[in-house]
């Protein structure tokens, strides 16, 4: 049993080989935008991942609960071996290390992958879970439009907003997320992305979904914009487009028709991208200055491009009384 420099490791060690029954080797394996952490067990030839959630920080019952319901409506999440609620720890099917983002980087085709994602992504959109989950709503949006103002512009952008410059911003993103949350409703992942969807094992399909806690009822729009319009990626827009209207295609009838056309689709996928690199910009702040995970820095290029790239694509905050809120999400200075 290798358990490692801290106390924490060193129980979580002892726990999974009484669990297992026999010894153990743990090595720690990419965190995520959390508190938890992962370990990667050996047992003799078999592999298993060790979800390490300390209970003061983290709460496993929302990760089982999803876990549970997910597998029902017929997606690839990790199968659990053995689970200690007090203690914060799960053991459980190891997809190994090749995430959809490492596929690609190493050359891989993502055409069988989109094609696997979406087909698990109708799955998700069919099912009801019991009980209900929590609605992503308008409240929540704006609370995530918080983290751009509260941690983007003051720690990257050096622009603290004053109190006025606070409210406009609110008041003038306030139509976008109110036609967000319009949209029909849906079980949401909340995380679909390339980091989030493993090419498990030697079949390496169906893709394994990992880090699904967080699922929400959601506009039918999110988890394909995640994917598409992925913090991590950046895809041409043709190719974009025509996933897109092959997920809109294969909708249900009656959500097809809450859309004027396919470009009325779009369209919606593409604004509620913009409300998730918004989030998304805020939270890599807070995880790089608030808990010190300065990697994060690094991927706020790439999603500020792609905000912006949205912004202009739906014409928003062109008028003269939008030159404050557009300087903001532009993340300049008023100097």
């Keep these: 049993?290798?358990?490692?420099?801290?106390?924490?490791?060193?129980?979580?060690?002892?726990?999974?080989?009484?669990?297992?029954?026999?010894?153990?080797?743990?090595?720690?394996?990419?965190?995520?935008?959390?508190?938890?952490?992962?370990?990667?067990?050996?047992?003799?030839?078999?592999?298993?991942?060790?979800?390490?959630?300390?209970?003061?920080?983290?709460?496993?019952?929302?990760?089982?609960?999803?876990?549970?319901?997910?597998?029902?409506?017929?997606?690839?999440?990790?199968?659990?071996?053995?689970?200690?609620?007090?203690?914060?720890?799960?053991?459980?099917?190891?997809?190994?290390?090749?995430?959809?983002?490492?596929?690609?980087?190493?050359?891989?085709?993502?055409g069988p992958l989109f094609a696997d994602a979406l087909h698990q992504l109708h799955a998700l959109q069919a099912y009801t879970p019991e009980p209900p989950l929590e609605a992503f709503d308008v409240a929540r949006m704006q609370r995530e439009a918080d983290l751009f103002l509260d941690w983007y512009l003051p720690q990257v952008a050096q622009n603290t907003p004053t109190l006025d410059e606070h409210a406009m911003f609110h008041a003038r993103l306030l139509p976008c997320l109110e036609k967000i949350a319009t949209l029909p409703r849906v079980p949401v992942h909340l995380d679909y992305h390339s980091r989030n969807l493993m090419l498990a094992g030697e079949k390496q399909l169906p893709l394994g979904i990992i880090d699904f806690q967080d699922a929400v009822d959601g506009p039918v729009t999110y988890d394909l914009a995640s994917l598409l319009y992925d913090?991590?990626?950046?895809?041409?827009?043709?190719?974009?487009?025509?996933?897109?209207?092959?997920?809109?295609?294969a909708l249900p009838t009656e959500t097809r028709a809450f859309f004027s056309d396919f470009d009325g689709w779009h369209r919606a996928l593409r604004l509620t991208a913009m409300q998730r690199h918004i989030k998304a910009i805020g939270i890599f702040s807070r995880l790089a200055f608030r808990d010190g995970k300065r990697q994060f820095l690094d991927e706020i290029?790439?999603?500020?491009?792609?905000?912006?790239?949205?912004?202009?694509?739906?014409?928003?905050?062109?008028?003269?009384?939008?030159?404050?809120?557009?300087?903001?999400l532009m993340g300049e200075t008023s100097a």
């Design 301 to 328: 290029p790439l999603t500020r491009k792609h905000l912006h790239e949205e912004i202009a694509a739906l014409g928003l905050f062109t008028g003269v009384e939008d030159a404050a809120v557009r300087r903001l």
């Design 1 to 110: 049993m290798n358990s490692g420099g801290d106390v924490r490791q060193a129980q979580a060690a002892v726990w999974v080989q009484t669990a297992l029954n026999q010894a153990v080797t743990l090595t720690p394996l990419a965190g995520d935008a959390s508190f938890r952490r992962y370990f990667r067990v050996s047992c003799g030839d078999a592999r298993y991942v060790l979800m390490d959630a300390p209970p003061e920080r983290e709460n496993v019952q929302p990760f089982l609960a999803v876990r549970d319901w997910m597998q029902q409506a017929g997606l690839h999440v990790p199968q659990l071996v053995a689970a200690d609620k007090q203690q914060g720890f799960l053991l459980l099917e190891d997809f190994g290390d090749t995430t959809w983002a490492v596929y690609l980087q190493a050359g891989g085709d993502a």
């Design 231 to 249: 913090c991590y990626q950046d895809y041409p827009e043709a190719l974009r487009r025509r996933i897109s209207e092959a997920f809109f295609a």
